[in-house]
């Protein structure tokens, strides 16, 4: 018996039609418009231009550096419990004071031979060295601030030491004796204290509530050191 030929209109039997077959019958009127333009608006082009700093000047970049330095510095004269040092921070502050720091702790030596080298790298390695051990000291005791962030502070609130080290330079440009080491020892006193203080309104908060004695304790020998650089140094 012949198989009965196959229904051009069943469903179960008929040719798929191609997918975007319907696609060519569609026309675009002349009417509507096909071509445009994607603008910015306008605040957003200010806004941008404001914020990049590709086409400033070296001069404007270089003053907008030092002031934000400046600013900086002030927090560390007046401390208080802010986020200015965490939120910007930067490493151009404490690489001046601690340049600016082995320089006045050198050594005019009578040696031609020796010209202070050691000495200023000493304090380099020092000061520098000593803050990333503090800086590894916190991340490991759990601190929520980053390692860049603590040299931040750690370096501008050299600060006060830097200014106790100018002091004793020109105090000890007067005749050595009793009095003169007793102004200098009080000088340093004050000057450590006001950095243990700044450095712990900003890095306080940063620490475990349970650890921060343990935070505090390597800041402390860390600014002592310099302190006792500064105190016993005479020029020879």
Request: glycine share 6%; aromatic share 12%.
């Amino acid at each position: 018996m012949a198989e009965a030929a196959e229904s051009p209109g069943d469903p179960g039997t008929a040719t798929p039609r191609p997918l975007f077959a319907g696609l060519s019958d569609i026309s675009i009127s002349q009417d509507i418009p096909v071509e445009g333009e994607i603008t910015i608006p306008m605040r957003s082009r200010v806004r941008e231009f404001d914020s990049s700093t590709l086409n400033e000047s070296v001069q404007n970049t270089i003053m907008r550096d030092l002031k934000a330095v400046g600013k900086k510095f002030m927090h560390v004269l007046y401390p208080r419990k802010s986020n200015t040092l965490l939120r910007d921070w930067d490493l151009w502050g404490p690489l001046i004071l601690c340049v600016t720091l082995a320089l006045m702790l050198q050594r005019g030596s009578v040696d031609s031979e020796k010209d202070g080298g050691p000495q200023f790298a000493e304090v380099f390695v020092i000061v520098w060295f000593g803050a990333v051990t503090i800086t590894l000291n916190s991340k490991l005791l759990g601190g929520n601030i980053s390692f860049f962030q603590s040299l931040c502070v750690l370096g501008y609130c050299i600060l006060p030491l830097t200014v106790a080290m100018l002091v004793c330079r020109l105090v000890l440009l007067a005749e050595l004796g009793p009095i003169n080491f007793m102004v200098r020892f009080f000088v340093v006193i004050v000057m450590f204290a006001w950095s243990i203080v700044a450095s712990t309104a900003f890095l306080a908060d940063s620490q475990p509530p349970n650890r921060k004695a343990l935070a505090v304790y390597p800041v402390f020998l860390f600014y002592f050191v310099i302190s006792w650089m500064i105190l016993t140094f005479t020029p020879q």
